[in-house]
C-alpha cells in the first residue's frame, strides 16, 4: 500500500496543481462578471479534453514498455524506447492539434456554443491549442520519471507550471487588463514551463532519453503503437461522453453550461489523487511483470482499489461541506447551482467505481490486454451514457447530465474490476522470475521489484551499460504474446 500511495499522492500533487490552473482561470474570468465567459471557458475545455486525451494515451504506452524493459534490467532498450515514444508523442499531438485549430468553430457548433459564448471560446482556443504538443511532452516524461520511481521530480514538472500560472493569471487577467486573453497567454507560458521541466529531468538528471534515430523510431514505433493506440481510443472515450453530455447541458442555457465548467474543473481538481492512481500503478505493474514478480501483481491490485475508496470517500466528505462556499464563490445562479449540487450529492460518490474502472485500465494496459481498456471505457461512454440518458430523460433538466454520469460510471466501474482482478490472477500464474542485469554503480533504486533493474541518477555509467550476453545481436522482445 505504501508503494501505490507514495507514487499516486506525488503524481496527484503534479495533476492538481495543473488543474489548479484551469479551476483559476475560471475562478478569475468568472470575477469579469458575465456568465458567457464562464460558460466560453467550458466549451473550451471540452476541446481540450479530446488533445489532453490523445497525450495521455501515447503516454501510457511510453510508460508500460519502458517501465517493463527497466525492470527486465534492459536500460539501453529503455532509453531507446523513451526517445522513440517523445518524439511519436509530440509529433501526433501536433498533427491532432493543427486539425482540431483549423476545425475550431465547426467543433463549437457540435457542442453547441452560440452567439458570444461561441466567438469568445473560438479566440480562446486559437491561443491555447498550439501550445498542446509541449504539454504532451512534459506528460511523457512524467510518465517516464514514474518509470524509473522518480516520483518526486514526476510531480514538479506539472507542480512548477501550475505555480507559475497561478502567480501570473491575476497579474495577466486584471493587472494587464487582458481578461479572458490573459488566461490563455498564461496557459501557453505554463505549458512551456513543464515542457522544459519535464525533458530536463528525463534527459539531464537520469539520462533516460537517447538520441533520436529515425530508424529507432520507425521500429519502434509498431510496439508503442500496439499499447498507445488502443489506449489512445480508450482515454478518448472520456471526451466523447463529456461532450455529449455538454449539448445536453448546453440546451438549458449559459447558467446551466457555468454550473457544468465548474463541475469538471472540480472534478479534475478534487480527484486528481484518482487520475494519477491509474499513472501510478501502471508502470508498477510494468515493472513486476519484467522481474517476474506475479505476486506483487496480485498485490498492486488490491492496494489501488483500497486506495481508491479512501481516497474518494474523504474527497467526497469535503466537498459536501464546501458545497456552498463553491457556488457563492463562482457566482453561480438557477440552472448552474443544481447541476453543481446534484453532482456534489450524488455524482462524486460514484467516482469510486470510476477509480475501479482507472485501475482496471492500467492492468489492462500494462499486462498485455489495452484492447479491453478500449472496450470497457467506450461501452460507458458510448454506449451507456447516451442509452440512459434516452432512457432516463436526461435532457429535461440539466442535472440530469450528472445522474446519467454516475450511473454509467456505477454499471461500468464493477464490471471492470471484476475483469482486471481475473486477469491479473492469469497473468500472475503464469509469471516467471527475470534474470536482472547488474545495475551500475550509483543506480537509483527503484522500489517496487525485487530485482537491482534501475537507471542511475545521472547519465554516468548508463549509456556504456553493456546489454545481456543473450541479447547480443538479437531484436528487441516483443510484447507479451497475447492470451485467452
Excluded at 479566440?123 to 510518465?143: E, K, Q
Excluded at 506539472?158 to 487577467?173: C, E, N, S, W, Y
Excluded at 492492468?363 to 489495452?370: H, Q, W
Amino acid at each position: 500500500m505504501r508503494h501505490v500511495a507514495v507514487m499516486t499522492l506525488t503524481g496527484a500533487v503534479g495533476l492538481m496543481a495543473l488543474f489548479l490552473v484551469d479551476v483559476a482561470n475560471l475562478f478569475y474570468v468568472s470575477l469579469l462578471g458575465p456568465e458567457v465567459l464562464a460558460a466560453a471557458i467550458g466549451f473550451a475545455g471540452t476541446v481540450q479534453f479530446f488533445m489532453i486525451s490523445v497525450s495521455i494515451g501515447l503516454s501510457i504506452g511510453a510508460a508500460a514498455l519502458v517501465s517493463r524493459a527497466i525492470g527486465a534490467g534492459r536500460r539501453a532498450e529503455a532509453r531507446r524506447l523513451a526517445a522513440s515514444a517523445a518524439v511519436l508523442n509530440f509529433a501526433v499531438l501536433a498533427a491532432v492539434t493543427a486539425a482540431a485549430w483549423a476545425f475550431r468553430d465547426e467543433i463549437l457548433t457540435l457542442l453547441g456554443a452560440g452567439g458570444e459564448t461561441h466567438a469568445i471560446a473560438s479566440r480562446f482556443l486559437a491561443m491555447v491549442l498550439p501550445a498542446l504538443p509541449l504539454l504532451g511532452l512534459g506528460m511523457v516524461s512524467g510518465g517516464l520519471l514514474r518509470a524509473v520511481g522518480d516520483a518526486r521530480r514526476a510531480m514538479w514538472i506539472t507542480l512548477g507550471g501550475g505555480l507559475l500560472a497561478a502567480a501570473l493569471d491575476p497579474l495577466f487577467i486584471f493587472g494587464f487588463g487582458l481578461g479572458i486573453d490573459g488566461a490563455a497567454i498564461v496557459s501557453v507560458i505554463a505549458r512551456i514551463v513543464v515542457a522544459g521541466l519535464g525533458l530536463g529531468f528525463a534527459i539531464r538528471r537520469h539520462d533516460l532519453i537517447a538520441r533520436p534515430r529515425l530508424a529507432d523510431i520507425l521500429a519502434d514505433a509498431p510496439r508503442l503503437g500496439a499499447i498507445s493506440g488502443p489506449a489512445m481510443a480508450t482515454q478518448l472515450s472520456t471526451p466523447f461522453g463529456m461532450a455529449y453530455l455538454t449539448t445536453v447541458v448546453a440546451a438549458h442555457g449559459d447558467e446551466a453550461v457555468a454550473g457544468w465548467a465548474v463541475v469538471g474543473r472540480l472534478t479534475a481538481l478534487s480527484f486528481g489523487g484518482i487520475f494519477a492512481l491509474s499513472g501510478a500503478v501502471g508502470p508498477i505493474f510494468g515493472q513486476n511483470l519484467g522481474a517476474g514478480r506475479g505476486d506483487r501483481l496480485r498485490m498492486v491490485l488490491r492496494d489501488a482499489f483500497l486506495f481508491a475508496a479512501a481516497y474518494v470517500a474523504c474527497v467526497w466528505l469535503v466537498l459536501v461541506l464546501l458545497s456552498g462556499s463553491v457556488t457563492a464563490a463562482f457566482g453561480l445562479t438557477g440552472a448552474g447551482v443544481r447541476v453543481f449540487e446534484t453532482f456534489v450529492h450524488y455524482g462524486a460518490g460514484a467516482y469510486l467505481f470510476t477509480a475501479l474502472l482507472f485501475v482496471a485500465n492500467a492492468a489492462f494496459n500494462n499486462l498485455g490486454r489495452p484492447h479491453l481498456s478500449t472496450l470497457f471505457n467506450w461501452s460507458r461512454d458510448a454506449l451507456a451514457i447516451p442509452g440512459l440518458a434516452l432512457l432516463l430523460g436526461a435532457a429535461a433538466a440539466p442535472e440530469g447530465a450528472v445522474l446519467v454520469q454516475a450511473t454509467a460510471a456505477i454499471a461500468v466501474g464493477i464490471a471492470a474490476g471484476f475483469a482486471a482482478r481475473a486477469h491479473v490472477a492469469r497473468v500472475a500464474a503464469r509469471t516467471v522470475p527475470a534474470p536482472a542485469e547488474p545495475a551500475p554503480p550509483h543506480a537509483l533504486a527503484v522500489p517496487f521489484t525485487s530485482a537491482r533493474t534501475d537507471l542511475p541518477e545521472t547519465g554516468e555509467g548508463l549509456a556504456e551499460a553493456p546489454e545481456p550476453a543473450e541479447m547480443a545481436g538479437r531484436p528487441p522482445l516483443a510484447p507479451p504474446e497475447k492470451t485467452g
